[in-house]
T-cell receptor, first 114, second 112 residues
Framework: NAGVTQTPKFRILKIGQSMTLQCTQD?????MYWYRQDPGMGLKLIYY???????DKGEVPNGYNVSRSTTEDFPLRLELAAPSQTSVYFC?????????????FGPGTRLLVL | GNSVTQMEGPVTLSEEAFLTINCTYTATGYPSLFWYVQYPGEGLQLLLK?????DKGSNKGFEATYRKETTSFHLEKGSVQVSDSAVYFCALFQGGSEKLVFGKGTKLTVNP
């Protein structure tokens, strides 16, 4: 299994541009998450999904959109990039929700908005 | 709301030194507690976890005990190695919220 894969690894955007961060998992996990990690801070949850066709907001959803058309894929869309969205983005998945489940993380996408 | 507080880093140790990284939490009820590790250039991976009071999680020589009376989950290792250099995150999972709450992370550097 490849686990959780993310593309691209690194991207520079200009203010106002849009892009999609890709996330794919091959473990047949139901739950998927998007986090952002800012320097010196922990991870903040952007959006999550409990299954295909179902998504919900996390702590910091403004400026982002998600979709979940398949179990495997959970893309994150930035419509109008802003400097405040400069961050490292991590996708994660887990078989089910619940307190005992381990989250499996992808390697991250580093985004710089100039 | 729920929160996790970790000791400020960075922490620099010599090889074979004893490691403690403090973690305390604020939550209602009985959250599950986790330590995740992030090696340079990689995503986070689970190091250990504990799901109820007095549980001890352990892995790769690291240990942490869930102390409800002090709301703590301190990470310890008796003898660190250079390969332990990484950022360590304490986290809690509150039932019904569907999310992990992370501390800010503690960067550990181990010198030979």
């Amino acid at each position: 299994n490849a686990g959780v894969t993310q593309t691209p690894k690194f991207r520079i955007l200009k203010i106002g541009q849009s892009m999609t961060l890709q996330c794919t998992q091959d473990m047949n996990h139901n739950y998927m998450y998007w986090y952002r990690q800012d320097p010196g801070m922990g991870l903040k949850l952007i959006y999550y999904s409990v299954g295909a066709g179902i998504t919900d907001k996390g702590e910091v959803p403004n400026g982002y959109n998600v979709s979940r058309s398949t179990t495997e894929d959970f893309p994150l869309r930035l419509e109008l990039a802003a400097p405040s969205q400069t961050s490292v983005y991590f996708c994660a998945s887990t078989p089910y929700g619940g307190s005992q489940e381990t989250q499996y993380f992808g390697p991250g996408t580093r985004l710089l908005v100039l | 709301g729920n929160s996790v507080t970790q000791m400020e880093g960075p922490v620099t140790l010599s090889e074979e030194a004893f490691l403690t990284i403090n973690c305390t939490y604020t939550a209602t009820g009985y959250p599950s507690l986790f330590w995740y590790v992030q090696y340079p250039g990689e995503g986070l991976q689970l190091l250990l976890k504990a799901t109820k009071a007095d549980d001890k999680g352990s892995n790769k020589g690291f240990e942490a005990t869930y102390r409800k009376e002090t709301t703590s989950f301190h990470l310890e290792k008796g003898s660190v190695q250079v390969s332990d250099s990484a950022v360590y995150f304490c986290a809690l999972f509150q039932g019904g919220s569907e999310k992990l709450v992370f501390g800010k992370g503690t960067k550990l550097t181990v010198n030979p």
